[in-house]
């Protein structure tokens, strides 16, 4: 693998993107169309999202004002608050502890509060870890193990956690909600239940798994998950 980047790298032009190849203007809507499940040209995406990031701006500019944090971009305000001594985690293994204590108790405290609002759950335990040190050595990243739909087959989320000043306390609770339940993992155990193809479990759009997950996330917070926290709803954001 690393010997074909190096090779592609000396012949690649120094120009980013598609534009400059013959035909690539129409490959890259093509594969946008593709990749989105839907027709949808690059000025379109970009429009919408503009679109959102201007709505997230605006829903979190009075979430800042709640916790003091005025003047500055939304970025900069950002890094304030991860930087507080509240949202800061040790970069050692007293901080990824407790940022995996964290996101294990917020999936405690969510749990019971789903089947009113997505309706079956999956029954299976899910618990979420770090990487391991080996894990990391051998260059694994973060990844989900998917339950069944019963308590006999358990899932989990494994959280890479090597760069803790990416991982302030205030982004944990929605990261569980999309990693885990109501996101990526009862999307698997539904499949399980259904008992998909082996190609459509195999080869699933990345639009509809990240769509559900997203989806799943926004509706923790219009359950008011995040009323009183405005922190966490930030992390939303």
Partial sequence: G?????????????APGMHHLPGGGDGYAAMLSLAATMDITPDQAHALARDLA????AEAEPLFRRLGLAGGTSGERFRRLAQ????????????????VAAM???????????PAVFGRMTRAPITIRALTTAELAAGRQG??????FGADRPGGYVVDLSRMAERPRF?????????????HLIQAAWADEAGLHPF???????????????????LVVEMGVYDDDPAARLGYC
């Avoid at 001594?85 to 970069?91: I, N, R, V």
């Fill in 84 to 99: 507080r001594p509240d949202q800061a985690l040790a970069d050692d293994d007293t901080g990824r502890a407790a940022a």
């Fill in 54 to 57: 201007d709505r997230f701006t």
């Fill in 143 to 148: 990844f989900r193990q998917d339950p069944g």
């Fill in 104 to 114: 294990n108790a917020h999936l405690t405290a969510l749990r019971p509060l789903l």
């Fill in 200 to 218: 459509r479990a195999r080869f699933q759009s990345g639009a509809v798994l990240e769509g559900w997950s997203t989806y799943a996330q926004t």
């Fill in 171 to 183: 982004a944990l609770p929605t990261m569980t909600d999309h990693e885990t339940l109501p996101g």
């Fill in 2 to 14: 690393h010997a074909l980047v190096s090779k592609l790298k000396r012949v690649a032009p120094a």
